[in-house]
C-alpha cells in the first residue's frame, strides 16, 4: 500500500502546462549543470523512457509503470541520492522532472526513437518521434540515447541504421553524446520481438551499431549484462554504460553481475531503469544506494542515509 496516495500531490504540474508552458524552457534555462565527465569517475543514470513505447510492464506486473504520480515519487527518491549522476527519459517526463527542480547538477539524457511500440506489427520500423538533438540542445542536456535493434529479416531495420547513423551525427555537429543501444533481434514463433542475448550476437550488434554516422567521437554504447562481458568489451573501444533491462533472478544476482561487468575496462557506469525503481522489495532508496556502491566513485554509507530520508517524505506503492 502506499502511504500517500494524495491524487493531487502532482496537480500543480497540470497548472503550470496549462498557463505557463514555457515555465520548462525556464527551468532548463536556469538548471545547474552537471560537472564535466572525466576518465576514472563511473556515472549512474536513471533510464525512464520506457512508458514512451508503450513498454509499462515490470517483471509479472504489466501496468507497473502507469501510474505518472507514482513513477515520479520513485524518480524524485532515485535523483535525491548525490551518487546519482543523471537521468535518461522521454520529452514528457523530462519536462516533469524539470519543472519539480529534481534535475538540478545532474546528467540529461533525451530519448530520441520511441516509435517502436512494444508489441506494434512492425514494432522494428523504429522511427524518431522523441527528443530531436536540436531540442536536446536547447535544453541544455548532454545527450540523446537510441534504441538500434538490428534484425537481419526484417526491411526496416536498415531504415532505422539509416535514422540513427543520421541522428549521431546531428548530436555530434552540436558536441552532443549519443548513446547508442544496440541489440540483434528476431521475431519469435509468435511474432514477438526478442533481443539476441547470446555474446556472439551482443558483438555482432556492436560491431554494426559504433560504425553508425560519419564520427564517433561522441557516440557510447549502451549494452546488457550478459555472459562473457569481457569478450564483448574487447569488441569497442567506445565508453559503455550497462544497461538493466526488466529483472530476471534476485536482486543479489542481478546486483553480482553488475559488479563484475563494472570492473571491466571500458565500463563508464550504469544505466538503469526498472530494475532500481520498482525492486521486489518496493525500496528503492535501498535498491538505488545499493547499485550506487557497486560503482568505483560511490559513497554508498552517505547516499544510503540522504535517500532514505527523502523516501520518508515521498512514499513509494509497492505492488502486492
Same mark, same amino acid.
Given at each position: 500500500m502506499s502511504?500517500?496516495d494524495?491524487p %493531487?500531490r502532482?496537480?500543480?504540474?497540470?497548472? /503550470?502546462r496549462? &498557463?505557463?508552458p514555457?515555465?520548462? $524552457?525556464? $527551468?532548463?534555462? =536556469?538548471r545547474?549543470?552537471?560537472?564535466r565527465l572525466?576518465?576514472?569517475?563511473?556515472?549512474?543514470i536513471v533510464?525512464?523512457?520506457?512508458?514512451?513505447r508503450g513498454a509499462? @510492464?515490470?517483471?509479472?506486473?504489466? *501496468?507497473?509503470?502507469?501510474d505518472? %504520480? !507514482?513513477?515520479?515519487d520513485?524518480?524524485q527518491?532515485?535523483l535525491?541520492?548525490p551518487a546519482?549522476?543523471?537521468i535518461l527519459a @522521454?520529452p514528457? #517526463? *523530462?519536462?516533469?522532472?524539470?519543472l519539480?527542480?529534481?534535475l538540478?547538477g545532474?546528467?540529461?539524457?533525451?530519448?530520441m526513437? %520511441?516509435g517502436?511500440?512494444?508489441?506494434l506489427?512492425?514494432?522494428l520500423?523504429?522511427r524518431?518521434?522523441?527528443?530531436?538533438a536540436?531540442?536536446l540542445?536547447?535544453?541544455g542536456?548532454?545527450?540523446?540515447?537510441?534504441?538500434?535493434r538490428?534484425?537481419l529479416? !526484417?526491411?526496416?531495420?536498415?531504415?532505422?541504421?539509416e535514422? =540513427?547513423?543520421?541522428?549521431?551525427?546531428s548530436?555530434a555537429?552540436r558536441?552532443? #553524446?549519443?548513446?547508442?543501444?544496440?541489440f540483434l533481434?528476431v %521475431?519469435?514463433?509468435?511474432g514477438?520481438?526478442r533481443? !539476441?542475448?547470446?555474446?556472439?550476437?551482443? #558483438?555482432?550488434?556492436?560491431? /554494426?551499431?559504433?560504425?553508425?554516422?560519419?564520427? @564517433?567521437a561522441?557516440?557510447? *554504447?549502451?549494452?546488457?549484462?550478459? !555472459?562473457e *562481458? &569481457?569478450?564483448?568489451?574487447?569488441s569497442t573501444t567506445?565508453p559503455?554504460?550497462?544497461l538493466?533491462g526488466?529483472p =530476471?533472478?534476485?536482486?543479489d544476482?542481478?546486483?553480482a553481475?553488475?559488479?563484475a561487468?563494472?570492473?571491466?575496462?571500458g565500463v563508464r557506469g550504469l544505466?538503469?531503469?526498472?530494475?532500481l525503481?520498482y525492486?521486489h522489495?518496493?525500496?528503492?532508496?535501498?535498491a538505488?544506494?545499493m547499485?550506487?556502491?557497486?560503482l568505483?566513485?560511490?559513497?554508498?554509507?552517505?547516499?544510503?542515509?540522504d535517500?532514505?530520508t527523502?523516501?520518508?517524505r #515521498?512514499?513509494?506503492?509497492?505492488?502486492?
Amino acid at each position: 500500500m502506499s502511504l500517500n496516495d494524495d491524487p %493531487r500531490r502532482y496537480e500543480h504540474l497540470s497548472r /503550470i502546462r496549462l &498557463e505557463d508552458p514555457e515555465a520548462v $524552457a525556464r $527551468a532548463a534555462a =536556469t538548471r545547474r549543470r552537471h560537472p564535466r565527465l572525466k576518465h576514472g569517475t563511473q556515472n549512474f543514470i536513471v533510464a525512464a523512457d520506457h512508458p514512451a513505447r508503450g513498454a509499462l @510492464s515490470v517483471g509479472s506486473e504489466p *501496468m507497473a509503470m502507469a501510474d505518472r %504520480r !507514482d513513477l515520479l515519487d520513485r524518480l524524485q527518491i532515485a535523483l535525491a541520492n548525490p551518487a546519482v549522476d543523471g537521468i535518461l527519459a @522521454s520529452p514528457d #517526463i *523530462m519536462d516533469d522532472l524539470l519543472l519539480l527542480g529534481a534535475l538540478e547538477g545532474k546528467l540529461v539524457f533525451g530519448s530520441m526513437n %520511441r516509435g517502436g511500440l512494444a508489441g506494434l506489427v512492425n514494432e522494428l520500423d523504429d522511427r524518431f518521434t522523441g527528443h530531436t538533438a536540436s531540442a536536446l540542445q536547447e535544453l541544455g542536456a548532454d545527450g540523446g540515447k537510441m534504441l538500434t535493434r538490428i534484425c537481419l529479416g !526484417d526491411p526496416d531495420t536498415v531504415g532505422t541504421l539509416e535514422a =540513427t547513423a543520421k541522428a549521431i551525427d546531428s548530436l555530434a555537429e552540436r558536441k552532443l #553524446i549519443a548513446m547508442v543501444e544496440p541489440f540483434l533481434s528476431v %521475431r519469435d514463433s509468435h511474432g514477438k520481438v526478442r533481443n !539476441d542475448l547470446r555474446p556472439d550476437a551482443v #558483438i555482432k550488434s556492436v560491431a /554494426i551499431a559504433e560504425g553508425l554516422g560519419s564520427t @564517433s567521437a561522441y557516440t557510447w *554504447m549502451k549494452l546488457p549484462v550478459v !555472459d562473457e *562481458m &569481457e569478450r564483448v568489451m574487447a569488441s569497442t573501444t567506445l565508453p559503455t554504460v550497462l544497461l538493466g533491462g526488466d529483472p =530476471t533472478g534476485t536482486q543479489d544476482e542481478v546486483f553480482a553481475s553488475w559488479q563484475a561487468a563494472l570492473a571491466l575496462p571500458g565500463v563508464r557506469g550504469l544505466t538503469v531503469g526498472r530494475t532500481l525503481l520498482y525492486p521486489h522489495d518496493g525500496d528503492v532508496a535501498g535498491a538505488v544506494a545499493m547499485a550506487a556502491s557497486l560503482l568505483t566513485n560511490s559513497e554508498p554509507a552517505a547516499a544510503a542515509a540522504d535517500e532514505r530520508t527523502l523516501s520518508d517524505r #515521498i512514499p513509494v506503492k509497492v505492488s502486492e
